[in-house]
Each structure stands twice: as C-alpha cells, then as structure tokens.
C-alpha cells in the first residue's frame, strides 16, 4: 500500500486528515508563505492528542537549508527535543552544506540527545536542491533516515517523474521515497507506477480574512481542504487496489 501524507498546519486539518483516511500528518505553520516552519509546542500537543501519527518539521526560519549559526541548530535541537517530549512519530528535517550535500554534522546536532531509535525521521525537500541526489540518498541511508521527501528536483512532482522512478530503483528498499511537490489526482497514476512508497500534499485553500495593516493584509489563511484530499485518498486506494494479485 502507498502512504498517505497530509501536510497540515492546525488541530482543524489534523482532524480533516483523519477523517480522509491519511496514514500521518506532516504538522508545520507558514506553509505558504515560507514552505513551512516548526509549529507551536502548543500546536503539537494538540495535533498528537488527536491520535494520528504526527511528524513535526523541524526548521528554524525560511530560505536556504545551510545553517551556519550556532544558535539556529540549538534552537532545532530544542524544538525537536521538544516535539519528541510532546509524543511526536517522527520529525522531518534538514540541513545542506555550502556545497548543496546532506550536511551530516548539522542533522546530528539538530538530533543530539533525540531518541531516534523511537522515531521515524524524514529528510524534507532540501534534497531537491542537491545535483547527485543518489549519493544523498545513500548518505541518509547511512544516517538511519526513514525516507525522504522529494519532487524529484522539479517543482512539481509532475515534472520529477523519471527521477522519482530512477530514486525508488537506487534506494531499492532501503529507505523509503516519499513524493511531493504540486501533486493533483491526475499525477497519481504516474505516481503508483514510479512506485513511490507514499505521497505527500498539503491539500489546501485560501480563504479570504483580511488580518488588516498588522496582520498579514488581505492574503487570507489556509484551510485544509477535505474535498481535495478525500479525491486523493479515494484514486490512491483505488490504484492500489488495482495493483493488488487476483486470487
């Protein structure tokens, strides 16, 4: 079976996702606005309370994945710390060199004192900025990292096809590959037969509130949309389904 992954950033969308059937949430905030930012410790422990698998993104502030200031590592490793105390499944993290390659000494330092043996971990999109995305494949499966979330180096999954596909070939089962990145229904197909291990969206819609001059203008907030995401559900089950032997 194909995982199912909500990227959502309140309790509301948590539940949302339960109710479409989703395997686990990615739980972020500033979603749209920064690609998604470590949420509130308030926010996680309501998230877990409900009862899903939850897996906190652990990243500091927005742009690059190069962290270079001692003081943003100490301030992931105490919210991964935290997020693990609050019950977190898993975290999802990050973290390149100067060079665009899996940086190794940050990943432990943001991880230093986490029980990872007791979690699952996701290395996030920074991996689509890397040019050998294979050889940071092989590093994280070094790293003991569960899978990793990639669009295959587009900026839609739909477009990262062929490298998903050659992705899935390379880690052969060792970690798993997760996809996304702009996924619609339509792209599922291609999806299922790249053999991707789970596929990861945030579902989400726009809905005007205008938070005035101190709060944001008119750009409205995000609200998980369960129309989309029970679409989802549905044509992932059913390709599932299909692949499924006869008896």
Do not use: K, W
């Not at 949430?25 to 920064?34: D, I, K, N, Y």
């Not at 001692?70 to 609050?86: C, F, G, L, T, Y």
């Not at 969206?201 to 989309?228: C, H, K, N, W, Y």
């Amino acid at each position: 079976m194909t995982a199912l992954e909500f990227a959502v950033q309140d309790v509301a969308g948590a539940r949302g996702a339960c109710r479409t059937g989703a395997d686990r949430v990615e739980l972020c905030a500033a979603l749209g606005a920064t690609g998604g930012l470590t949420a509130s410790i308030g926010t996680i422990e309501a998230v877990v309370a409900i009862g899903v698998p939850t897996h906190a993104l652990i990243r500091c502030r927005a742009g690059g994945f190069g962290y270079l200031e001692p003081e943003e590592i100490a301030v992931m490793n105490a919210d991964a710390r935290a997020a693990v105390s609050a019950g977190v499944a898993g975290l999802v993290v990050g973290a390149l060199t100067p060079q665009r390659r899996v940086d190794v000494d940050t990943l432990r330092r943001v991880l230093e004192g986490v029980p990872v043996a007791d979690i699952e971990l996701t290395f996030h999109r920074a991996i689509d900025v890397i040019d050998d995305r294979a050889a940071a494949v092989d590093t994280l499966v070094e790293l003991g990292v569960t899978r990793v979330l990639t669009s295959g180096g587009a900026a839609r999954c739909a477009d990262g096809i062929a490298e998903l596909t050659a992705l899935v070939d390379h880690a052969a089962g060792r970690i798993q590959i997760m996809a996304g990145g702009g996924i619609t229904v339509a792209d599922l197909p291609a999806l299922h037969r790249a053999g991707v291990d789970a596929v990861h969206l945030s579902a989400r819609r726009i809905v005007a509130d205008d938070g005035g001059p101190g709060g944001g203008g008119t750009a409205g907030q995000d609200r998980f949309d369960e129309d989309v995401a029970f679409a989802v559900a549905t044509g992932l089950r059913q390709l599932d389904l299909a692949r499924r032997p006869r008896r």
